[in-house]
């Protein structure tokens, strides 16, 4: 599968989130009720997959650039609504990673 280069990410978002077993569900829910928006309306935004491992669940983020990563965490949609609703169902503080890719 090909992409353009527009739809290309020069930067990737990294989320770990420490969920446990019986939460899963529930923080699984809370992705797939904002993939749509997170990538109709925050700047930047090409990509969002949902990552599963035996010890935690990351969600990567594809943008356009590192400025438009940074800002999405700042956004209202990341503050006020995703990471609210998943709140309830950490075991932890959400770490995060910013990745610019390279070009070589």
């Known amino acids: 599968?090909?992409?353009?280069?527009?739809?290309?990410?020069?930067?990737?978002?990294?989320?770990?989130?420490?969920?446990?077993?019986?939460?899963?569900?529930?923080?699984?829910?809370?992705y797939a009720k904002y993939k749509q928006p997170f990538l109709e309306q925050i700047k930047g935004a090409v990509s969002k997959q949902l990552l599963l491992r035996t010890e935690d669940v990351q969600v990567l983020h594809g943008f356009?650039?590192?400025?438009?990563?940074?800002?999405?965490?700042?956004?209202?949609?990341?503050?006020?609504?995703?990471?609210?609703?998943?709140?309830?169902?950490?075991a932890s503080d959400l770490e995060i990673r910013i990745y610019s890719v390279s070009t070589n």
């Open 64 to 90: 356009k650039t590192e400025e438009d990563a940074k800002a999405y965490l700042t956004s209202e949609l990341f503050q006020q609504d995703v990471v609210r609703e998943l709140k309830p169902y950490l």
């Open 1 to 30: 599968m090909t992409n353009s280069d527009q739809n290309n990410p020069g930067a990737y978002l990294e989320i770990t989130l420490d969920i446990q077993a019986e939460n899963r569900g529930n923080g699984g829910a809370v």
